[in-house]
């Protein structure tokens, strides 16, 4: 039995007839069992397109095999299986002398997972992606794939509060220095020492959406040779592209957008093909692997990213404007604003503005949990990202357990309140939070 898969290297999609896809690679084989089946699906090359396949497209195609001839599923595959067999033990030991990527188990890959990171590694314009239990699996990962004792690591203060609490509570016993800046990057430099390895960056930020400059990142990055790794869960990659720009490696909750349907825990990293095989070696070790279920979700969520992610922004856009007229409303962190201190740094290196707001209230806590209560249509709830549209307040939140000096350095207060807009009318959740806010 023979495969055609469809290889995607950098927006470049081709079909290659008699090749398996086995984890991020391909082999010239068909079943490792040698397994006979009918299968009447096309041999032939496709062209190569005349232009590269739009963001939407590659969501929905990329990392797909050959779904031209007979019998074919339309949808995806999953592969429900813990282990996978050997056709004899010389093919075995093959793999035991890393000469072979055959599928073995699981933990190491799956192909259910493979046709989620092809999509991911698509859309970022990455040469490979791994994708993870979760999205600290993947920030965690990518860190310690990066980092050993007595290394030191230049991250933004203001980052996802897991993220945070992994750098302040558990680097120190493991030996590695975190040492914060400004999202502005301002006096970056004096952080640098000839410990320094890696720069994380987080943009837009959780929770209160400021931005990083990400071509003053990476020439930061490159002038001191560090890894570069940015977290772009708030972004996805239809909004911004890191990895052309010149980072090392992306990061995801994609449990968030990427998924989209608050239904699944999942993360992924995405970057260079050597990076990708340190991450999925600490994957391996860890065990911070993918569960074929969660990758099926993460794949059927993919293709729709591109028509969801229009809806959220456009949503976001009349939420923002109503909140920042509102007597009772201080100010709303919201980029799309003219009001917002990175406006025009999200205008030159976004396409749009996601859908991730903040606003303070005049009143404060209490005024922010009786607006939390009194929400009817939105929902009170942590995460973000899913087509229900969520409001939350960080200090109980993704912020918790941070000192009132923390809150402040990432610019919290105890009347924050933290908004996912989700895909329901613009009208209707307008109309919710003018009731809520009294």
């Known amino acids: 039995m023979r495969f055609s898969a469809l290889i995607v290297v950098q927006n470049d999609v081709r079909f290659v007839p008699g090749l398996r896809q086995i984890g991020a690679c391909c082999l010239k084989n068909g079943f490792q069992n040698d397994s006979i089946m009918k299968h009447n699906a096309s041999h032939k090359i496709a062209k190569k397109p005349s232009r590269a396949f739009g963001p939407q497209t590659l969501a929905i195609h990329a990392g797909e095999p050959n779904k031209h001839g007979v019998g074919a599923s339309v949808?995806?595959?999953?592969?429900?299986?813990?282990?996978?067999?050997?056709?004899?033990?010389?093919?075995?030991?093959?793999?035991?002398?890393?000469?072979?990527?055959?599928?073995?188990?699981?933990?190491?890959?799956?192909?259910?997972?493979?046709?989620?990171?092809?999509?991911?590694?698509?859309?970022?314009?990455?040469?490979?992606?791994?994708?993870?239990?979760?999205?600290?699996?993947?920030?965690?990962?990518?860190?310690?794939?990066?980092?050993?004792?007595?290394?030191?690591?230049?991250?933004?203060?203001?980052?996802?509060?897991?993220?945070?609490?992994?750098?302040?509570?558990?680097?120190?016993?493991?030996?590695?220095?975190v040492r914060r800046a400004e999202t502005?990057?301002?006096?970056?430099?004096?952080?640098?020492?000839?410990?320094?390895?890696?720069?994380?960056?987080?943009?837009?930020?959780?929770?209160?959406?400021?931005?990083?400059?990400?071509?003053?990142?990476?020439?930061f990055a490159r002038k001191h040779n560090l890894v570069s790794i940015i977290d772009n869960t708030f972004a996805t990659p239809l909004l911004q592209k890191p990895i052309e720009l010149g980072f090392d490696m992306v990061v995801h909750s994609a449990t968030k957008y990427l998924a989209g349907h608050s239904d699944v825990i999942a993360g992924v990293a995405a970057g260079s093909k050597k990076w990708m095989a340190r991450v999925r070696h600490m994957i391996i070790d860890l065990g911070g692997s993918m569960d074929p279920e969660a990758a099926f979700l993460l794949t059927r969520g993919l293709k729709t990213l591109g028509?969801?992610?229009?809806?959220?922004?456009?949503?976001?856009?009349?939420?923002?404007?109503?909140?920042?007229?509102?007597?009772?409303?201080?100010?709303?962190?919201y980029p799309g604003l003219k009001s917002h201190p990175d406006h025009a740094l999200a205008k030159r290196q976004m396409k749009d503005f996601g859908s991730m707001l903040a606003f303070d209230l005049k009143g404060g806590l209490p005024a922010a949990r009786r607006f939390?209560?009194?929400?009817?249509?939105?929902?009170?709830a942590a995460s973000l990202g899913g087509p229900e549209s969520l409001v939350v307040l960080p200090i109980y939140s993704s912020h918790y357990n941070m000192s009132s000096a923390e809150l402040a350095t990432v610019g919290v207060t105890p009347g924050t309140v933290r908004v996912s807009v989700g895909l329901e009318d613009a009208d209707d959740l307008i109309a919710d939070l003018k009731q809520a806010l009294g």
């Open 307 to 333: 028509l969801r992610v229009e809806r959220h922004c456009a949503n976001a856009r009349a939420v923002a404007q109503f909140l920042e007229k509102h007597p009772k409303v201080a100010r709303v962190h």
């Open 372 to 380: 939390c209560d009194k929400v009817k249509l939105f929902l009170l």
């Open 75 to 177: 949808g995806a595959d999953i592969s429900r299986t813990s282990t996978f067999t050997f056709s004899s033990s010389e093919e075995m030991k093959l793999w035991a002398e890393g000469k072979s990527t055959a599928y073995i188990y699981t933990r190491y890959g799956n192909p259910t997972l493979s046709v989620a990171e092809g999509k991911i590694a698509a859309l970022e314009g990455a040469e490979a992606a791994v994708v993870t239990a979760s999205g600290m699996a993947a920030i965690s990962t990518a860190l310690l794939g990066a980092l050993k004792q007595g290394d030191e690591v230049i991250s933004t203060a203001q980052t996802y509060g897991g993220t945070y609490r992994l750098m302040r509570d558990e680097f120190p016993d493991w030996g590695i220095v």
């Open 184 to 219: 502005s990057l301002e006096g970056i430099e004096s952080l640098v020492t000839g410990k320094t390895k890696v720069l994380y960056v987080e943009t837009p930020t959780n929770p209160t959406l400021r931005l990083v400059d990400l071509r003053k990142a990476i020439a």
